[in-house]
């Protein structure tokens, strides 16, 4: 990311600080700042300044700030992570004015990584096609890169051969537009009131909103704005999907203090807030017991099994269309036997589901 460009301190005399690594130069009275431009990846940058001491050019930070297009504080702070952190042995020569190595430097260090870093690091690659088409997908992709550009020649290798042999496949997510994210992003950070058209799933047409954003948050593959309706006066979630045309306005607010994401869905079983849980129970046989219990569908969840197969599960999560949909896609080898309530909204959908294929 850019940074100021104020220009490093210098020793007018010739000679560095003990202990320092300073650019002995003199400024010149009339050199105006520059504006420091995106360039190579830092460790990159640090790769070709090795190359440059290795090879006996003395480079100092007005050459090397001129080289890659940045500030004289971003070399000083690239030269002081070889110097702290790689362990390279560089010092100052007030002679030659510029940076050498004390002793002989074969190679620059490298990262070397074991095979299960490797995957790790794989698997959260793959998994940023999830913030595909938001604000987050080219900054993500762009610290990954400086992550892995200095593995060393083994890690790379087997990073390209996994890379065939692991991969992602969201299904069902939703094609976020980039503008809408980008507006509401910047309206939740800045905390500034937005305006947007919302088509609810009931409604017959868009209404406008007025909305203090509070939080964007992705929940089962959907992203979400979480925030205050001036209109209705509740707080209200919206999918990013049905969004359209977000304006963010001058207006300000300040966050309620007791706000909180976890405390709003802590009873929810997805997407839907509900104001309490219930005890849910549900039978599944055999078949959908050993699927169930291959993963962790709520934090409350509880699985008993039961002579001759299948299994007994209990959840704690408020009432809501979501938790209907994922029992229903159970179908015939799940049942629910608490609450009556969720037996006979269960028991209603499905012969009206019946109905249509009689």
């Not at 909305?211 to 992705?218: A, N």
């Not at 919206?238 to 706000?259: V, W, Y």
């Not at 001759?308 to 959840?315: F, I, K, P, W």
Request: aromatic share 8%; charged share 25%; glycine share 6%.
């Amino acid at each position: 990311m850019p940074t100021s460009n104020d220009t490093a301190s210098t020793n007018e005399a010739g000679a560095a600080p003990s202990g320092e690594l300073a650019l002995a130069m003199p400024r010149k009275p009339d050199q105006k700042q520059r504006v420091e431009r995106t360039s190579r990846p830092p460790m990159a940058r640090m790769m070709r300044i090795h190359d440059i001491i290795k090879d006996g050019g003395y480079p100092n930070c007005t050459s090397l700030s001129v080289e890659f297009e940045v500030s004289c504080k971003t070399v000083m702070r690239d030269l002081d992570f070889m110097r702290d952190q790689l362990r390279l042995p560089i010092e100052y020569d007030a002679l030659h004015r510029g940076f050498y190595y004390t002793k002989p430097v074969s190679a620059f260090p490298r990262i070397s990584m074991s095979e299960g870093e490797v995957v790790a690091l794989l698997v959260a690659q793959k998994s940023l096609d999830q913030y595909r088409g938001t604000v987050f997908e080219k900054p993500l992709r762009s610290a990954f890169e400086k992550m892995t550009s200095n593995l060393d020649g083994e890690g790379m290798f087997s990073f390209q051969e996994l890379e065939e042999a692991i991969s992602f496949r969201p299904v069902g997510y939703a094609v976020q537009e980039l503008k809408i994210f980008d507006v509401l992003s910047s309206a939740v950070l800045a905390h500034r009131v937005v305006e947007f058209d919302y088509h609810k799933l009931s409604g017959k047409k868009s209404e406008r909103r007025r909305v203090e954003p509070y939080h964007l948050g992705c929940i089962d593959n959907q992203w979400y704005l979480i925030g205050h309706d001036l209109v209705r006066d509740k707080k209200r979630t919206f999918a990013l999907a049905r969004l359209s045309k977000p304006k963010m306005l001058k207006a300000t607010f300040q966050p309620q203090k007791d706000f909180s994401v976890a405390e709003m869905f802590a009873s929810s079983f997805s997407a839907f807030e509900t104001p309490k849980p219930s005890r849910v129970v549900i039978r599944l046989d055999a078949f959908a017991a050993r699927l169930a219990a291959e993963r962790v569908w709520h934090p409350s969840q509880r699985m008993k099994d039961l002579p001759g197969g299948g299994a007994v599960m209990t959840l704690e999560v408020g009432l809501a269309p979501d938790l209907e949909n994922w029992i229903l896609g159970w179908g015939m080898h799940a049942k629910v036997l608490e609450p009556s309530e969720l037996c006979e909204r269960i028991s209603s959908i499905a012969r009206s589901m019946a109905l249509q294929y009689s």
